[in-house]
Each structure stands twice: as C-alpha cells, then as structure tokens.
T-cell receptor, first 112, second 115 residues
Framework: LAKTTQPISMDSYEGQEVNITCSHNNIATNDYITWYQQFPSQGPRFIIQGYKTKVTNEVASLFIPADRKSSTLSLPRVSLSDTAVYYCLVGDANNAGNMLTFGGGTRLMVKP | DTAVSQTPKYLVTQMGNDKSIKCEQNLGHDTMYWYKQDSKKFLKIMFSYNNKELIINETVPNRFSPKSPDKAHLNLHINSLELGDSAVYFC??????????????FGPGTRLTVT
C-alpha cells in the first residue's frame, strides 16, 4: 500500500478556504485517493474520492496533479464545525476487502 | 435511522475477562470491518469480512475473533483481555463494488477500558 504523508496540524479561521496537501510518492496505477473526516468521539466519515484531475462534491474539492504523487483537499469557507482530523488514504484497487490504512491525519483547528 | 450501530458504547472490564462488542448495519452492505483506534488516535484495520472471505490483519492477536451470524452483523469477541487492548473500537461497512470505492460507513465506536 502506498504510504501517505500529511501535516500533523493546521489552524484556520472561520470563512477561510483550507487546503490540506497529502504526499503519496509511491502511488500505484490502480490506486485511488480518498479523504475521511473524523470528529472527536465519532467514527471517520467519507468526504471525497478521486483518481486524477479534480473532483468536487457538496462538501469539498480534491485536486490531483498529473503525476498523482500528491493531492490537495480543499474545504471552502470553513466553519467552527469543520474542526476535525482529516485523513488521506491511498488504496489499491486490487486490495481485497478494502483494507484501509489510516495514517496520522491532519488536525484542523478552525478559530472564530 | 442509524446506519452502523455498535453496542455497548462504553465497556469497562478487568484483565483476563472475555468480552464481545456487537455491530449491526442496516445499509445492505456486503462487507464489514473492525478497526482499533489507540490513545494516540492511530486507526488500524483489524478485520475485513464478507460472506466470501475473512481477511485478517496479521498484527492482530488471535485473542480477537470476528463472528458474523448474518450479513448485517459482525461481532468482535476478545478473549483474555489485556491492558493494551484498551482503545476505541470502530465497526464499519461498505458495498463491495470491485475495490475502487473506499466509502466505508463507520459506527460510533466502543470505548473499551481494561483495568
């Protein structure tokens, strides 16, 4: 499984756009990039998934450059409720059972 | 409606005891999982199971065993509990659509404390 590296923590203020970058230099051809969000005392929640270029949903955007060695999760106009840990995962399509490997995640603190 | 539920939410027990954590999903998913999140917040996969196969993370002690009475349930049995088993355990489920989707739905977690 490709290893991911992301900042341990980030601070932001309400209303700002937050970009969290994840490095995955050893990403394989069949790997997808997935981001999860975890609030304190809750299980992780799927945010977004992509393979290349850009993916957008109602919560976030995911930017993936052509070499796919990194990806950036973009959260538009964050609010206090976006304070959470964000995990970047890279998964092999042939990985039976979808055995996710979570790294340390990025702790985002949104301040008023 | 709760998608993935776990019981109990909190479990306090003594070393050496045997305990079980229950998990149920009402999403109609065909694959279920157990994860362990330790005090440092690292989340580690323990098991992946569907009606075809059980995949075990090789680092998981054999004191841990998943039991699935049916497609909607995957319970976690732990024998001879140790202090190091104290953690939050999460159950999750997903629909196996060939491996490209990692959209898993997680339960609220069970905080296990071994004294």
């Amino acid at each position: 499984l490709a290893k991911t590296t992301q900042p341990i923590s980030m601070d932001s203020y309400e209303g700002q756009e937050v970009n969290i970058t994840c490095s995955h230099n050893n990403i394989a051809t069949n790997d997808y990039i997935t981001w999860y969000q975890q609030f304190p005392s809750q299980g992780p929640r799927f945010i977004i998934q992509g393979y290349k270029t850009k993916v957008t949903n109602e919560v976030a955007s995911l930017f993936i450059p052509a070499d796919r060695k990194s990806s950036t999760l973009s959260l538009p106009r964050v609010s206090l409720s976006d304070t959470a840990v964000y995990y970047c995962l890279v998964g092999d399509a042939n990985n039976a059972g979808n055995m996710l490997t979570f790294g340390g995640g990025t702790r985002l603190m949104v301040k008023p | 409606d709760t998608a993935v539920s776990q019981t109990p939410k909190y479990l306090v027990t003594q070393m050496g005891n045997d305990k079980s954590i229950k998990c149920e999903q009402n999403l109609g998913h065909d694959t279920m999982y157990w994860y362990k999140q330790d005090s440092k917040k690292f989340l580690k996969i323990m098991f992946s199971y569907n009606n075809k196969e059980l995949i075990i993370n090789e680092t998981v002690p054999n004191r841990f065993s998943p039991k699935s009475p049916d497609k909607a349930h995957l319970n976690l049995h732990i024998n001879s509990l140790e202090l190091g088993d104290s953690a939050v355990y999460f159950c999750a489920s997903s629909q196996d659509n060939g491996g490209n989707s990692y959209e898993q739905y997680f339960g609220p977690g069970t905080r296990l404390t071994v004294t």
